[in-house]
């Protein structure tokens, strides 16, 4: 078979996704790649590791001439708050190394796979049950790149007949790596917290709603997308997945049947809590389940209970 190239390997979603495809498909048909050396030895040991800058096309180049490449997982990207802090370095990576990684797919003739997320919504989006197609005018720098990165592959595809795929993802939700500088990481840490302190201090305000998916769900819907039959995709770039939705109040209910006295307080971010207060609180995902059958298996009190025991054994 041809061979898979993972960027951002090292990161929330990459350091999952590339032991889910190297046990699918073989250790040695997928390349981890970053520009941040693993400290996941998982990683490096389990199959091939390559140092990768996604805004160096040469590098790009290298890694196409040393491997048979017939997909990417293109996951190097700056997430919500960080990229408001930084916002040309968002532009930087989430926009030219996805430019760099479609002419390369054009050049090489690969699959690309882009995950975009619910951040390419503003506050004129439909809130509940955000439809697949709709406004999307998002307010932060993650978003405006996230909308032109669904555009741009879907200009690819149509254009020079790429196989561009991607999701829409709501927040992740993992107990391996922490996710770095997004609005949705709240959901990841109380967990942290609740094990080693019984309290959690929440940036977001209790009653706001957002839209969340436990990893193991995700790690399918990409796996599923890229296996799917090409001739019932619609929508291509990018479908809505969802499946779960809960406020901090709910999350921290749920989490308290499982650690006696935990007690959550509120400490408003006000950065994050607009962009939050700007997103869907949960998105229409019926296109992706009529299209390639996406159907999640996690909602909130099973994800909650599998954290808590992988978490838990974790951290002793
Ligand atoms: N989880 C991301 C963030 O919070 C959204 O896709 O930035």
């Known amino acids: 078979m041809k061979q898979i190239l993972v960027t951002g390997a090292v990161g929330q979603i990459g350091s999952e996704l590339v032991l889910a495809l190297r046990n699918r498909y073989g250790a040695s ?20 590791f390559e140092t990768l800058d996604v805004l160096d096309p040469n590098s790009i180049t290298r890694i196409m001439q040393l491997y048979d490449i017939g997909t990417v997982y293109h996951l190097a990207a700056v997430l919500s708050a960080i990229g408001e802090s930084r916002p040309s370095v968002a ?7 996805l430019y760099n990684f479609l002419e390369a797919a054009r050049q090489y ?3 690309l796979f882009f995950p975009s997320s619910i951040g390419a919504f503003g506050k004129s989006t439909p809130q509940d049950g955000t439809p697949q197609d709709t406004i999307q005018r998002p307010d932060t720098i993650y978003g405006v790149t996230k909308v032109a990165g669904e555009l741009l592959c879907d200009y690819y595809h149509k254009r020079f007949k790429v196989d561009t795929r991607g999701v829409r993802f709501p ?13 949705t990481d709240y959901a990841v840490s109380i967990f942290y917290d609740a094990i080693k302190h019984k309290k959690f201090t929440c940036y977001l305000k209790s009653d706001t709603y957002l839209d969340m998916m436990y990893m193991p769900d995700a790690l399918r819907a990409m796996i599923e997308l890229m296996e799917a039959d ?27 049947k499982h650690v006696r006295g935990f007690e959550i307080d509120y400490d408003i971010d006000p950065v994050r809590q607009a ?3 700007s997103w869907p ?3 229409d995902d019926s296109c992706a389940r009529k299209e390639w059958g996406w159907k999640p298996e996690y909602d909130m009190p099973r994800m909650v209970k599998d954290m808590m025991e992988k978490l838990t054994a974790k951290l002793q």
């Open 29 to 48: 048909n997928v390349i981890a790649s970053d520009i941040r050396v693993p400290e996941n030895g998982e990683l490096k040991t389990s199959g091939p």
């Open 91 to 97: 532009w930087q990576i989430n926009m030219n190394g």
């Open 109 to 111: 003739h690969l699959a």
């Open 171 to 183: 927040g992740l939700i993992s107990h391996v790596a922490e996710p770095g500088g997004g609005t």
């Open 230 to 256: 090409p001739a019932k995709l619609i929508h291509r770039n990018s479908f809505n997945v969802s499946a779960m939705h809960f406020t901090p109040e709910q999350l921290s209910a749920e989490i308290k």
């Open 275 to 277: 962009i939050a207060d």
């Open 281 to 283: 609180n949960y998105m």
